[in-house]
C-alpha cells in the first residue's frame, strides 16, 4: 500500500489521539535511513525519540532476535524464568551507578520504569509524596502524567491527576530560572507543600528530554543528593531518554559523580524493542514484596536477547567514543548557524544530546514556536525527519543514530541550513 491509503486507513480506524501527524509510512530503514511506503528515501535525525542510538536494525541486534525467536518468545517470567532476564540484570547492576550493589527489575517503557520507581521508592521509605521538576517529562500513564513538569498535550484532556506529587523549579539559566533560584524552590516546596518526613522521592531528568534539553550542573545534582540524605529521601533519576549513550556516557547522571538510590532506563536499551529497567540500590529493591514487581510482558526474552546484543555493540563499536565525536560535530555546526541565523540561539550539547532555540528576539530570548514547526514541516519536506521540543516548543533536538555516517549526517545537517535560509528570506 502506498502512503495515500495508508492515511485513509489511518483517518478511518486510528484514534485521532494517537494517531501521527506525518503523511508519510516507514517502509523499511537502516541505520539512519527510512524508505517510506512510496519509495521515497528519508534521513532520520529523531531516532524514534532516541531509541535508535545504535541504528534502524543494527545487524547484530537483528540476529540476536532471529535467534531468540527461534528459542522462546514467551513464558512471563514470573512463571517460569529464563537467562535473558538475569544476565540483563547481571549486566545493569554491573553497569548503573548506584549506591551499592543494585538490583534490577525489567518492564516494558519508560512510563512503567517511573511507575515502579515510585511504588519502590513508596515500599522502600514509607512514605507517599514525591517531588519533580518543571519541564520534566516521565511519561503517559496516569501518575506519570501527573509528575510530568509540562500539561499539554499529555492531561489536557484526561481529568485529575493522582496526588501527593509536588513540582520545583528545574535550572534553566538561560530562561531565567538560576540554580540557586532551582535549590531554593526545591526548599522551599519542602517547606510548604510536601513535608519532608511524608516525601518519598524526588524524581530528575539529569537532562531534560521533551523540556527542552537542558542539562542540570554537577553542582545542582549534588546539592540534590544531599538533600535527599538529608531528609532520608530517595534520589530517582530519569535516564529514558538520556540513557545509553546519548550524552557520551552510559547515562548522563556519571558526568556528575553523582550516585543516586534509583535509575530508570528504556528507550535505545534494546534498539527499538520494548523494554525498561529500574535499577536500585539492592535494598531499596527488596523493600516491596515477593510478586509485588513485574507484568505480564515485562523483561520479554526476545527485548532481552536484543539489550545484550546492544550492550555487546556498545563495547564492540565504541559507542560512547562515537556519541562524543557526533556531539562535537554537531556543536560546531550550531555555533556556524547561531553567527549566521538571528533565530537561532543557546546551542548546546551534552556528547549528542544536543539541541539549539529557535528566537525571535536573541536580546530577549523570545521562544519562537511557529518558526520552529515551520523549519521542521519544510525538513521534513526535504526528506528530514526532525523534532522540536521544550516548554515553549521552540527547541530543536537531534537525536539521529550514533552510529550514523558522516555523509548522511552531512546531508541532513546541509537540509537543515538550506530550511533555515529559506525561512529567513520568507
Known sequence: ???????????????????????????????????????????DFAGGIGVLNVGHRHPKVVQAVKDQLDKVMHTCQTVMPYEGYVKVAEKLSQLTPVRGHGKVMLANSGAEALENAVKVARAATGRDNVICFTGGYHGRTFMTMAMNGKVAPYATDFGSMPGNVFRAPYPVPYHGVSEEDALNGLKM????????????????????????????????????????????????????????????????????????????????????????????????????????????????????????????????EKILEKSQALGD????????WQQDFACVDNIRHLGAMAAFDVVADKANHTPDAELTGALCKKAREKGLVLLSCGLYGNTIRFLMPVTIEDDILQ??????EACLKELSHA
Open 329 to 336: 560535530k554537531l556543536g560546531e555546526r550550531f555555533a556556524k
Open 411 to 416: 546531508e541532513g545537517l546541509d537540509i537543515i
Open 1 to 43: 500500500m502506498n502512503n495515500a491509503q495508508l492515511n485513509e486507513l489511518k483517518t478511518r480506524y486510528v484514534a485521532s489521539g494517537a494517531a501521527s501527524p506525518a503523511t508519510q509510512f516507514a517502509e523499511r530503514a537502516e541505520n539512519a535511513l527510512i524508505w517510506d511506503a512510496d519509495g521515497n528515501r528519508i534521513i
Open 189 to 316: 516546596t519542602l517547606k510548604t507543600d510536601a513535608n519532608p518526613r511524608n516525601t518519598a522521592a524526588i524524581v530528575l531528568e539529569p537532562v531534560l528530554g521533551e523540556g527542552g534539553f537542558y542539562a542540570a550542573s554537577p553542582s545542582f545534582l549534588k546539592a540534590v543528593r544531599e538533600i535527599c540524605d538529608e531528609h532520608g529521601m530517595l534520589m530517582i533519576v530519569d535516564e529514558v531518554q538520556s540513557g545509553f549513550g546519548r550524552t557520551g556516557k552510559l547515562f548522563a547522571i556519571e558526568h556528575s559523580g553523582v550516585e543516586p538510590d534509583i535509575i530508570t532506563m528504556a528507550k535505545s536499551m534494546a534498539d527499538g524493542m520494548p523494554i525498561s529497567a529500574v535499577v536500585g540500590t539492592d535494598k531499596v529493591m527488596d523493600a516491596s514484596g515477593g510478586n509485588s514487581l513485574g507484568g505480564t510482558y515485562t523483561g520479554s526474552p526476545v527485548s532481552c536477547a536484543a539489550t545484550l546484543a546492544v550492550l555487546e555493540v556498545f563495547e564492540e
